[in-house]
């Protein structure tokens, strides 16, 4: 069955650390993944997408996330955290076919500490 | 500017009442979604549409139903059959059902049983 997994419920993060988000995918064909973000109350606004090529993709607001085929895993990741950065992140996957959608994981809480 | 229109942000509902949710898009975007937000849950898929007058159920369907008469909008009834309707709801759309569309979301819908 197609799923993704986000480890992490919640993150604290220093403002100016890095950070990096974690996603596990499973997907029996070649993924579409997706990172996505939320603030409290809001929609989700996306902030990268991988559809094919090269594997370091570049996002909004200084993302960037890395797929790495033989881990199953599209990380996020930023180089110096901003306390507007808090907010809620959802990692995706698919769709691969006409007639399905996207999978969501659960979510992670970025929480950023000053 | 395009978007998609959620109304209302808020909305309060009596036990055993139905209520519907709109989802309005000016994207041309042929195919629309209703997923269901709860806490540490993340979004789960109740309803989508490829095309106008075809709707396929998700994974929690069960006390919930749509109609898409036009290919601008995609309401959707809470009925009195969902136990637990308290939640957050986004309506999202994507340029087709096909493979790797990435979707845009609308700002929510909060509904409250009281």
């Known amino acids: 069955a197609q799923s993704v997994t986000q480890p992490d419920i919640h993150i604290t993060v220093s403002e100016g650390a890095s950070l990096e988000l974690r996603c596990n995918y499973s997907?029996?064909?070649?993924?579409?993944l997706f990172w996505y973000v939320q603030s409290p109350g809001q929609g989700l606004q996306l902030l990268l997408k991988?559809?094919?090529?090269?594997?370091l993709v570049q996002g909004i607001k200084g993302f960037e996330a890395e797929f790495k085929r033989s881990q199953s895993s599209f990380n996020l990741r930023k180089p110096s955290v901003h306390w507007s950065d808090a907010a809620e992140y959802f990692c995706?996957?698919?769709?691969?076919?006409?007639?399905?959608?996207?999978?969501f994981g659960k979510g992670t809480t970025l929480s950023v500490s000053s | 500017d395009g978007g998609i229109t959620q109304s209302p942000k808020y909305l309060f509902r009596k036990e055993g009442q139905n209520v519907t949710l709109s989802c309005e898009q000016n994207?041309?975007?042929?195919?629309m979604y209703w997923y269901r937000q709860d806490p540490g849950q993340g979004l789960r898929l109740i309803y989508y549409?490829?095309?106008?007058?075809?709707?396929q159920k998700g994974d929690i369907a069960e006390g919930y139903s749509v109609s898409r008469e036009k290919k601008e909008s995609f309401p959707l009834t809470v009925t009195s059959a969902q136990k637990n309707p308290t939640a957050f709801y986004l309506c999202?759309?994507?340029?087709?059902?096909?493979?790797?569309?990435?979707?845009?979301f609308g700002q929510g819908t909060r509904l409250t049983v009281v």
């Open positions: 991988y559809f094919s090529g090269d594997t």
């Open positions: 999202a759309s994507t340029p087709g059902a096909g493979r790797g569309t990435e979707a845009f």
């Open positions: 997907y029996g064909a070649t993924p579409y």
């Open positions: 995706a996957v698919g769709p691969n076919q006409a007639g399905t959608a996207l999978i």
């Open positions: 994207l041309n975007h042929d195919a």
């Open positions: 549409s490829q095309i106008v007058n075809d709707f």
